[in-house]
């Protein structure tokens, strides 16, 4: 089965439109606005979601957002056009949305997948392209082939459908937090008229090693032992400290380092001190 359709041409969209159509897939595509597909060489158009859902088996979907895919649902056919099909939902949404995609798919026949794209448009289709999925696995078997045309680093998070809605949420929390804590050292290296191309480069070359640091944390807190292996949760009090006081001597925005100072004394009060610094989700927990 070679036949694939892709809702949705949005930049992510169209990119996944033409990866498909350069590995040999028969592709059809739909948008609601159809000159999204001037661009595409080599696929059909369709001029309903219905007729383009009718065309393949795989229906891979990737539009703004959940309130676009609750709409294209509803659109005239659709749901007769999904029946006995496989759907891989890859708009971003919340688990609470995965869910829902999931229930109206299996009220529909429809064997559910759903994705969490963690690349850039242009970073698609590489070997090292990291996509999270979850959901119908014996539909993931089918399709695997099919899907390694966008990525080569799939990472299957087991039957669960919004499993990878989740650890979405979860790994972009990750990245939202490093970078609100890289601006700040932006921040203070400018302060003290330091390179910041040179900090970011920096940043860059100690990442694998944190990177390390942060998986080991991981299996620390999934373990629940929280004896001191590695850095004890007392070093990064002291550490969090100066920088808050830093931050308020130069007159920095003071807004991450006082949330960071505030949370490890608060678990050093708790008696965390002599524990591993992955000990702080504790006081987080509650």
Not at 100 to 124: F, K, N, R, T
Not at 147 to 156: E, P, Q, S, T
Not at 223 to 234: H, T, W
Request: aromatic residues 8%.
């Amino acid at each position: 089965m070679n036949a694939v359709s892709v809702v949705g041409l949005g930049a992510m969209g169209l990119t996944l439109a033409s990866l498909f159509e350069g590995r040999g897939r028969d592709v059809t595509v739909w948008n609601r606005s159809l000159s999204k597909a001037a661009g595409l060489n080599g696929v059909n158009v369709s001029h309903t979601a219905a007729a383009a859902v009718s065309a393949s088996p795989l229906v891979v979907m990737c539009v703004y957002d959940y309130a676009a895919v609750r709409e294209v649902l509803a659109q005239p056919g659709v749901g007769a056009a999904f029946a006995g099909k496989t759907l891989v939902q890859l708009t971003t949404g919340s688990p609470a949305d995965a869910r829902e995609a999931a229930a109206w798919s299996a009220a529909h026949g429809v064997a559910y997948l759903e994705g969490a794209i963690q690349a850039a448009p242009s970073q698609m289709g590489r070997s090292d392209t990291p996509i999270l999925i979850s959901g119908d696995q014996a539909a993931l078997a089918q399709w695997q082939d099919v899907l390694a045309d966008l990525g080569g680093n799939y990472v299957n998070l087991g039957e669960k459908p919004d499993a990878a809605a989740t650890m979405d949420l979860a790994t972009l929390s990750y990245v939202y937090g490093a970078y609100i804590g890289f601006v700040h050292g932006a921040l203070i290296a400018e302060s003290e008229g330091l390179d910041i191309a040179r900090f970011g480069q920096l940043v860059s070359d100690i990442s694998p090693s944190f990177g390390a640091f942060f998986a080991f944390e991981g299996q620390v807190i999934q373990s629940g032992d929280f004896s001191m292996k590695e850095s004890p949760l007392r070093i990064s009090v002291e550490a969090t400290e100066r920088i808050h006081e830093f931050s308020k001597q130069a007159r920095l925005n003071t807004e991450f380092p006082e949330l960071a100072d505030r949370l490890l004394k608060r678990a050093h009060s708790a008696g965390l001190g002599n524990e591993e610094l992955a000990a702080l989700i504790k006081v987080m927990r509650r």
